[in-house]
Antibody
Framework: QVQLVQSGAEVKKPGASVKVSCKTS????????MHWVRQAPRQGLEWMGI????????SYAQKFQGRVTMTRDTSTSTVYMELSSLRSEDTAIYYC????????????WGQGTLLTVSS | EIVLTQSPGTLALSPGERATLSCRAS???????LAWYQQKPGQAPRLLIY???SRATGIPDRFSGSGSGTDFTLTISRLEPEDFAVYYC?????????FGQGTKVEIK
């Protein structure tokens, strides 16, 4: 069955960087894109960007341009999201979410990774 | 970017009642690329509806979606206890993909 398993919770200081992983299984890794979406405490969902695991191409939301980097490792079927210059407003749960290439629908989500940014 | 506005913010209903949730877009959603998700506390969102009206695999038929252009609706025909949750709409036809702010369906 399809599984997206994310790395564990992180606590970082302002100005630091964080790298969150999303290890996939149960499907052909390079046949589906992957979104990253975040959710601040008691807030809604915010799209951060998308990566094509087949060729590593990415598209980022303008808000995160210059601070976010999405990469992938095809040997381990894992995608990564690195966010730099962290500030308190980046405290949120970060989700990876699989995208069906043929209709762009997000059909599976990781369990989420809580990032806390605090001095 | 396309802004999605959901209404109402909170819907207080009893089990067995009908729930009607609205999602309005600031501009037309391309090819009805509109999805609905359900989220319960401590869980990731779950896909309910895509393409405005297609139910995802395993979703009960009490959930239905309708609409096109800028106005979309999620209807839950008879609320079950497990349906009390927050519901989000999302458009995925135009980058950046955007979400509505959510509608909470709570027990009256």
């Amino acid at each position: 069955q399809v599984q997206l398993v994310q790395s564990g919770a992180e606590v970082k200081k302002p100005g630091a960087s964080v790298k969150v992983s999303c290890k996939t299984s149960g499907y052909t890794f390079t046949s589906y894109y992957m979104h990253w979406v975040r959710q601040a405490p008691r807030q809604g969902l915010e799209w951060m960007g998308i990566i094509n695991p087949s060729d590593g191409s990415t598209s980022y939301a303008q808000k995160f341009q210059g601070r976010v980097t999405m990469t992938r490792d095809t040997s381990t079927s894992t995608v990564y999201m690195e966010l730099s210059s962290l500030r308190s407003e980046d405290t949120a749960i970060y989700y990876c979410a699989r995208v069906r290439v043929y209709d762009s629908v997000v059909d599976y989500w990781g369990q989420g990774t809580l990032l806390t940014v605090s001095s | 970017e396309i802004v999605l506005t959901q209404s109402p913010g909170t819907l207080a209903l009893s089990p067995g009642e009908r729930a009607t949730l609205s999602c309005r877009a600031s501009q037309s959603v391309s090819s009805s690329y509109l999805a609905w998700y359900q989220q319960k506390p401590g869980q990731a969102p779950r896909l309910l509806i895509y393409g405005a009206s297609s139910r995802a695999t395993g979703i009960p038929d009490r959930f239905s979606g309708s609409g096109s252009g800028t106005d979309f609706t999620l209807t839950i025909s008879r609320l079950e206890p497990e349906d009390f949750a927050v519901y989000y709409c999302q458009q995925y036809g135009t980058s950046p993909w955007t979400f509505g702010q959510g509608t909470k369906v709570e027990i009256k």
